[in-house]
């Protein structure tokens, strides 16, 4: 992300000259490339490297990578795949600078993932998804994830953090809880006489997850609000790898970045699905999307001689710890120390809590519009998302955001304060 300066009397022309050319220095190089090996047909993926957004006099560009792990058929990961980042970008105001869009993302990914998951239920399409949702913008990475497909990110230095949570109900007590608190059941598969077999699913319906898009009949307490993790890499870079559970199941995180180290993206993805199946054989759809991040190459200054391009062996070497002794002393000059900032991250279910007003009001959510489907409401017609909370009583009525009436319903529907409707049983993985 870029550091703004202190504020100067200076020419327009000459702040644009100074933007451009800190575009080019600031701006990492992307390079992805995926593999896939199918069982069902159900994975799809989202791969868009170079989006423009209008901001002021110019325009930005940011990156978007999304895989979508459908189960009961492909019409909610299709839906999903076509819809969900038109939904995330609607949910933020055009007139936002870089800043302030990067700080908007986390709450425009909630809002975009729940209208999804709205108009699709709409359709009254029993299939649902998983979806793991990445945004790229200079240095700042944000991921929004339902579901149990998982992004990892691996620092230059050869650190690993964890950018998606796992919403498996089998790991995941806090999200068991949720689910019985709201009037749903988990449990295993009865196989009769008390036998139970296995992993835990939620019930009706006998899902696996405790969060995905789709999936209207298995109870509404199956959400589709992500877990949504932002950070800021330092410019040495890293590598992402985003993958469907077909490659989790047989990979741990470690196994997975060291069986591609050295490889450029489009190997490394090959490479993490070949050992995947492998190791576990084809038992599902198995996707992997291989990002890396990488440090622009400073051009060098005339008149000395253009040196040979550093590329092929900064990807060769970037991906493995370094000691401070290895780093040339042009690493030095060009790459800073590898910290990964935590720019924010948020986990709850609960839309009160996740689409607040500690962002101004005015810039994130507009006071006659819905904060999840944008429709413009009358002055009379919003409702406030803190209304019936423990502290709504201490609000005022023109506290929001607000929701329309049928996002207002959905948000009690999730929260098990209406009954979700007549649900048809049905397993899904």
């Not at 990961?77 to 302030?100: G, H, Q």
């Amino acid at each position: 992300m870029a550091t703004r300066g202190e504020h100067q009397t200076v020419p327009l022309s000459v702040l644009l000259k100074r933007e451009l050319a800190n575009e080019k220095i600031e701006k990492p190089d992307i390079v992805h490339g995926q593999a896939s090996q199918s069982k069902k047909g159900e994975d799809f993926t989202l791969l868009k490297n170079e989006c423009q957004r209008a901001m002021g006099d110019g325009v930005t560009t940011f990156s978007v990578y999304g895989l979508f792990d459908g189960h009961n058929g492909s019409a909610a990961a299709i839906y999903t795949k076509e819809n969900l980042l038109k939904n995330v970008l609607n949910a933020i105001p055009s007139e936002l600078n870089r800043d302030e869009w990067i700080s908007a993302l986390p709450r425009a990914m909630v809002a975009g993932f729940v209208k999804t998951d709205k108009d699709f239920q709409e359709k009254a399409r029993t299939s649902g998804t998983t979806v793991t949702l990445v945004i790229i913008e200079g240095w700042a990475i944000t991921v929004g994830s339902v579901g149990d497909s998982r992004c990892i990110l691996e620092s230059a230095e050869g650190d690993i953090y964890y950018l998606s949570a796992d919403h498996r109900l089998e790991c995941n007590e806090e999200e068991r809880d949720r689910i019985t608190a709201c009037g749903g059941e988990v449990g295993r598969l009865n196989a009769g006489g008390g036998a139970e077999i296995g992993p835990l699913r939620c019930w009706p319906g006998g899902l696996c997850l405790s969060r995905s898009i789709g999936d209207m009949d298995v109870g509404e307490y199956i959400v589709p609000v992500p877990h949504v993790k932002q950070v800021k890499l330092s410019t040495a870079g890293g590598r992402l790898i985003i993958s469907s559970d077909g490659v989790w199941d047989a990979l741990s995180a470690e196994e997975a970045l060291d069986c591609c180290r050295g490889m450029q993206p489009e190997a490394a993805a090959a490479q993490i699905v070949k050992e995947a199946v492998q190791a576990k054989g084809l038992r599902d759809d198995t996707t992997c999307i291989v990002i890396d991040i990488l440090p622009q190459e400073k051009p060098p200054p005339p008149p000395v001689p253009a040196p040979k391009k550093q590329v092929k062996g900064v990807l060769k070497n970037m991906f493995r710890r370094k000691s401070p002794e290895s780093s040339s002393n042009t690493d030095r000059e060009y790459v800073e120390p590898d910290v990964v900032e935590e720019l924010c991250e948020e986990g709850s279910a609960m839309l009160s809590e996740r689409l607040d007003t500690k962002y101004p009001l005015c810039n994130m959510f507009k006071l006659f519009m819905c904060a999840i489907c944008q429709v413009e409401m009358k002055p009379e017609e919003g409702i406030s998302i803190h209304a019936g909370s423990t502290y709504s009583g201490k609000l005022r009525p023109w506290d929001g955001p607000f929701l329309c009436l049928s996002c207002q319903e959905k948000k009690d529907a999730m929260e098990g304060k209406r009954p979700s409707g007549d649900r048809h049983g049905s397993e899904s993985d």
